[in-house]
Nanobody, 127 residues
């Protein structure tokens, strides 16, 4: 059974940093594009970043460019999201998701299209 387990969420002050991790099991991790989504209270889930199966390609939404870095370790079946200079608007539940889709299409398709999802980890940024 495929599983994604996120961790690393916390309550932090604006300007601080966090590193989220997502550990996968039950599927061929190195064959999948991985990415991160977030959902703020009262808002729809939005894509944040994604990374191709071999790390050759990454994508970030404009609001996090220059502050967030996505990476993966296929040997550990883990994807990371390094978040620096956090802002209150980064607050939300962060989810990782996996699919075989090409990374340059990953954030263009409806989120429900993506195959596997984690349960989320909460990030709260106070001002």
């Amino acid at each position: 059974e495929a599983q994604l387990v996120e961790s690393g969420g916390a309550l932090v002050q604006a300007g601080e940093s966090l590193r989220l991790s997502c550990v996968a099991s039950g599927f061929s991790f190195s064959e999948y594009t991985l990415g991160w989504f977030r959902q703020a209270p009262g808002k729809e889930r939005e894509g944040v970043s994604c990374i191709s199966n071999n790390s050759s390609g990454t994508y970030y939404v404009d609001s996090v460019k220059g502050r967030f870095t996505i990476s993966r370790d296929n040997a550990k079946s883990t994807v990371y999201l390094e978040m620096n200079n956090l802002k209150p608007e980064d607050t939300g539940v962060y989810y990782c998701a996996a699919d075989r889709i090409r990374y340059d299409y990953y954030l263009r398709v409806p989120a429900t299209y993506l195959n596997y999802w984690g349960q989320g980890t909460r990030v709260t940024v106070s001002s």
